[in-house]
């Protein structure tokens, strides 16, 4: 988003003109930046065989799994409602991994037959695919690698605490388990969480996948999963991707010549794709001054972006109907029945009813975490590629609202 000609525009589209023509709150996406950003990750990893696998569940329009695809990446699916989705968009099969947690075996026999790559997380789930499938079905193994990262409890997944992956304590017994089964295990994972800004912990991930990796023969990848930082707030920065990039793939080619092969290396972003591709608009529905703040209600809120609410997240905030004139302090709130502030204190350019708010960085688990709690309809998407922009998807209506419902007629 930037302001050119005294407008605020995404690839010279009047973001105003946009909600002018689909109404708000809407999600917009700036396909080019997603496309930048693939690149950018490519280029970082030129050196070595690199496959990026999107993190799906960021933002799962089939439209954008599809610029995914013209861009060169693959998927990383994590139910298989979201496998399902992927090859929809026309991913092939073996294009997606799938990466489940928790899910009963049905689920991943359901997988097996779609034919994506399995990722396994429990030592019970890989009894069980060795006691069906033995060594006919090739398996990607996610280990738990113990390190504590990422930007705050919810998102740090691969602490010795957390549910995911199989604790690389465990390894020994894995390695029985694979040796009993004479399982095909071609790929080990590791994802430790969201927001990481240091190159360190990739680093650190590698070298836990490395040491595991040498109890393997036959392996043809190892993936890192996902969790590059972006910046939400002022003054924050993004994770370096060229300096992981280098310092990543020299450990990568020095392991993988040790082993005798070389391997391929996968990424799983999902924020560092998405998320600063998109911009939730809203508009300013009531001004309201109290004692203590100003708030402005906006016709949104925790059911559309519940990251604020979910992880104390911060967003950026701009009122582009308004480009000049003096600035007030105001704390941006939806409009659900619960305190669902967006945004507190923020300087804006003074925001006067019917005025359109941007809220920044939306594109990673905005709309793909929305829902219709207070019976709200979730907002329309569009997408801006080569200058053009198109609805990706339509608003709710009322009768979306009901569709699953069954009247008793009492
Ligand atoms: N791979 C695996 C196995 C994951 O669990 C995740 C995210 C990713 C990749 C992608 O991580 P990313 O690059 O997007 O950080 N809803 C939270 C983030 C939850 C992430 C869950 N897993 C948020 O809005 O901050």
């Given at each position: 988003m930037?302001i050119?000609d005294?407008?605020?525009?995404?690839?010279?589209?009047d973001?105003?003109?946009?909600?002018?023509?689909?109404?708000?709150?809407?999600y917009?996406?700036?396909?080019?930046?997603?496309?930048?950003?693939?690149?950018?990750l490519?280029?970082?990893f030129?050196?070595?065989?690199?496959?990026?696998?999107?993190?799906?569940k960021a933002?799962?329009?089939?439209?954008?799994?599809k610029?995914?695809?013209k861009?060169?990446?693959?998927?990383?699916?994590?139910?298989?409602e979201?496998?399902?989705?992927?090859l929809?968009?026309?991913?092939?099969?073996e294009?997606?991994m799938?990466?489940?947690?928790?899910?009963?075996?049905s689920?991943?026999?359901?997988?097996?037959?779609?034919?994506?790559?399995?990722?396994?997380?429990?030592?019970?789930?890989?009894?069980?695919?060795?006691?069906k499938?033995?060594?006919?079905?090739?398996?990607?193994?996610?280990?738990?690698?113990?390190?504590?990262?990422?930007?705050?409890?919810?998102?740090?997944?691969?602490?010795?605490?957390?549910?995911?992956?199989?604790?690389?304590?465990?390894?020994?017994?894995?390695?029985?388990?694979?040796?009993?089964?004479?399982?095909?295990?071609?790929?080990?994972?590791?994802?430790t969480?969201?927001?990481?800004?240091?190159?360190?912990?990739?680093?650190?991930?590698?070298?836990?996948?490395?040491?595991?990796?040498?109890e393997?023969?036959?392996l043809?990848f190892?993936d890192?999963?996902?969790g590059?930082?972006?910046?939400y707030?002022?003054?924050?920065?993004?994770?370096?991707?060229?300096?992981?990039?280098?310092?990543?793939?020299?450990?990568?080619?020095?392991?993988?010549?040790?082993?005798?092969?070389?391997?391929?290396?996968?990424?799983?972003?999902?924020?560092?794709?998405?998320?600063?591709?998109?911009v939730?608009?809203?508009?300013?529905?009531?001004?309201?001054?109290?004692?203590?703040?100003t708030?402005v209600?906006v016709?949104?809120?925790l059911?559309?972006?519940?990251?604020?609410?979910?992880?104390?997240?911060?967003?950026?905030?701009?009122?582009?109907?308004?480009?000049?004139?003096?600035?007030?302090?105001?704390?941006?709130v939806?409009y659900?029945?619960?305190?669902?502030?967006?945004?507190?204190?923020?300087?804006?350019?003074?925001v006067?009813?019917?005025?359109?708010?941007?809220?920044?960085?939306?594109?990673?688990?905005?709309?793909?975490?929305?829902?219709?709690?207070?019976?709200?309809?979730?907002?329309?998407?569009v997408?801006?590629?080569?200058?053009k922009a198109?609805?990706?998807?339509?608003?709710?209506t009322?009768?979306?609202i009901?569709?699953?419902?069954?009247?008793?007629?009492?």
């Open positions: 930037q050119r005294q407008k605020y525009q995404i690839q010279g589209v973001l105003l003109d946009l909600v002018k023509e689909h109404g708000s709150p809407l917009v996406y700036d396909g080019e930046k997603i496309q930048a950003q693939v690149r950018q490519q280029d970082a030129s050196s070595v065989k690199l496959k990026i696998k999107y993190a799906t933002l799962s329009n089939i439209n954008i799994l610029l995914m695809k861009s060169g990446t693959g998927v990383d699916a994590v139910s298989i979201e496998v399902q989705l992927c929809h968009a026309g991913f092939a099969p294009e997606i799938y990466t489940p947690n928790g899910v009963a075996f689920e991943i026999e359901k997988a097996v037959e779609l034919g994506v790559m399995i990722n396994i997380d429990n030592i019970p789930m890989l009894e069980h695919f060795g006691t499938y033995g060594n006919s079905v090739p398996v990607c193994i996610r280990l738990n690698p113990h390190i504590l990262a990422g930007g705050n409890a919810k998102i740090s997944v691969g602490h010795i605490d957390s549910k995911f992956g199989v604790s690389i304590l465990q390894l020994k017994h894995v390695i029985k388990v694979v040796e009993a089964y004479e399982l095909d295990v071609i790929g080990l994972h590791v994802h969480g969201s927001d990481i800004l240091d190159a360190d912990v990739f680093l650190k991930g590698a070298e836990i996948l490395f040491d595991a990796a040498r393997f023969k036959d043809k190892l890192f999963g996902g590059f930082k972006v910046a707030k002022p003054g924050d920065i993004s994770t370096d991707i060229k300096e992981v990039g280098k310092r990543v793939s020299e450990a990568f080619k020095a392991f993988c010549e040790e082993y005798g092969r070389e391997l391929e290396i996968w990424f799983e972003p999902g924020k560092f794709l998405v998320s600063e591709s998109g939730l608009l809203v508009k300013a529905n009531v001004i309201k001054s109290t004692p203590a703040s708030f209600g016709d949104s809120g059911n559309h972006l519940i990251r604020p609410m979910m992880y104390d997240a911060y967003h950026g905030v701009e009122n582009i109907s308004k480009l000049e004139g003096p600035e007030r302090v105001y704390t941006i939806g659900i029945c619960e305190t669902d502030t967006i945004a507190a204190d923020r300087k804006l350019k003074e006067q009813e019917g005025d359109i708010l941007a809220i920044k960085n939306a594109g990673a688990y905005g709309f793909s975490m929305a829902s219709n709690y207070n019976s709200r309809f979730r907002p329309a998407e997408l801006i590629l080569d200058g198109s609805l990706i998807r339509k608003r709710e009322f009768e979306d009901l569709r699953h419902q069954v009247d008793l007629g009492i």
